[in-house]
């Protein structure tokens, strides 16, 4: 079965700064991966290289088999893909963003149905339907109606998961998607993202939740300087962490 | 000896002003137009192509915006059939002119438009599979157009006044044939007055048709209220400190 996402050698860098120094990673089919790291450390732009919102500089994401942003040509080599081909691919992953990125001339559900009738080209009830459905699951059905600006930020987040999840990715990557919040409404959110990962969806997440990647995640990922220092099963990442370096930044971390 | 107004001059001649009022308003709408997509060409070109375009383009701007809008009018309608050969009539090459002055001040706008719109609407809109030309339809335009109509507003009114400068070269708008009463009768108070009155209503119908752009692009009218309503908390908001009811 092939992985569900497989970055291979991954390298990125802005200006003289090198952040991505070479990662290799693969996720099956339904796991939960948490990358771990101090600010800076890379994990948003691991995330970002994965749907190409900054195209790597070396290196080649494969979302269930297929190069992202590469169209394989006949005799196997890799041709850089077009807009059209690229929006398609991107259209397979869905990302949850730290600072929300709901549109503001839209409402709740006008941002849920947009990609459906854009993207997805479907008419104006079928997405509506799937759009009140996934406002349902994310429990905000009572403020369908309104626009983001008078929601709180954990509703708000939560409009942005039913956004991604009525697009039926392959892939959930998530940026740190509780970090822009009230401590308060973190708790929202978390459930939201339990419940996904119960359902056996595909998900990446770059976050500070270190009891979230504890008890939800398979895995824990430990990202420092553009490498990855340390893997390891969540219980395991945590309770017997092997480099000092991540038994450093988890006694940081929890105190 | 006491002055004493004689606006009855006016009146008795002020089938002449309707017919500056004719032309005046030709003159101001042809150069909104034409001037809208100089500005929108200019701005996008600026934003989307490369350096090398949007120089002359830079230096285009810079010259309309810095220079005298009289000089601007008498060069291209004197000078322009001088060195490119080009014979045009008085009203194409004073709305040419008007529009590439206006078409600065509308590129600097829009410009600031679609680049004050948030780039994480733009991503989002990506990272859901939406193409350049998706996101430029279905994110910035909306979000872009609203908040620059104010902006918008301001250019259109000053170009109504803009038009004023044609009187110099012979077009009988509303100032030059406001002049023509003035040099029979020796009346320039009077005149001036109303004319003034005149470019006033102009300038203060376009504001109210801005201000009506701007009521039906808002995507949030959450008070439902109808326009006149909304108005009056405008007109009120102006005499108060805070501002009130915007977005």
Known sequence: MTAAVNIKNLHKSFGNLEVLKGIDLEVAQGEVVCILGPSGSGKSTLLRCINQLNSPAQGTVYINGDPIGFEPLENSDLKKANQTILARQRSRIGYVFQQFNLWPHRTVVGNVVEALRIVKKMNKANAEKIAIERITEVGLLDWKDEYPDTLSGGQQQRVAIARMLAMEPEVMLFDEPTSALDPERVGEVIEVMKELAEKGHTMILATHELNFARYTADRAIFIDEGVIVEQAPAQEFFNAPKSERLRRFLKRMSM | ?247
């Not at chain 2, 100032?175 to 300038?203: C, D, H, K, S, W």
């Open chain 2, 1 to 247: 000896m006491e002055f004493e107004f004689r606006f009855d001059i006016v009146w008795n001649n002020f089938p002449l002003l309707l017919e500056g009022i004719q032309t005046t308003i030709l003159l101001s709408l042809l150069t909104m137009a034409l001037g809208t997509v100089i500005g929108l060409f200019v701005a996008i070109v600026r934003l989307r192509a490369r350096k090398i375009f949007a120089l002359p383009l830079i230096i285009y701007v810079e010259v309309f915006r810095g220079t005298p809008g009289l000089i601007q009018i008498v060069w291209i309608y004197y000078c322009l059939p001088i060195v490119t050969g080009l014979q045009l009539d008085a009203l194409t090459s004073l709305v040419i002119a008007m529009a590439l002055n206006v078409g600065s001040y509308l590129s600097e706008v829009f410009r600031a438009g679609i680049q004050g719109v948030d780039k994480g609407h733009i991503e989002a809109a990506a990272a859901l599979g939406f193409k350049p030309g998706q996101i430029t339809r279905r994110v910035v335009v909306p979000q872009a157009a609203y908040r620059m109509i104010p902006a918008i507003g301001n250019v259109f009114v000053s170009a109504i006044k803009l038009s004023s400068l044609c009187s110099v070269l012979g077009m009988a708008e509303l100032m030059y044939q406001g002049q023509i009463i003035i040099a029979n009768f020796f009346r320039p108070i009077e005149v001036f007055t109303v004319v003034a009155v005149i470019y006033l209503i102009m300038a203060y119908t376009t504001s109210l048709f801005m201000m009506y752009l701007e009521y039906k692009l808002a995507w949030v009218n959450r008070e439902k209220v109808p326009f006149w309503q909304r108005f009056k908390q405008i007109s009120q908001s102006a005499f108060q400190i805070k501002p009130q009811g915007g977005l």
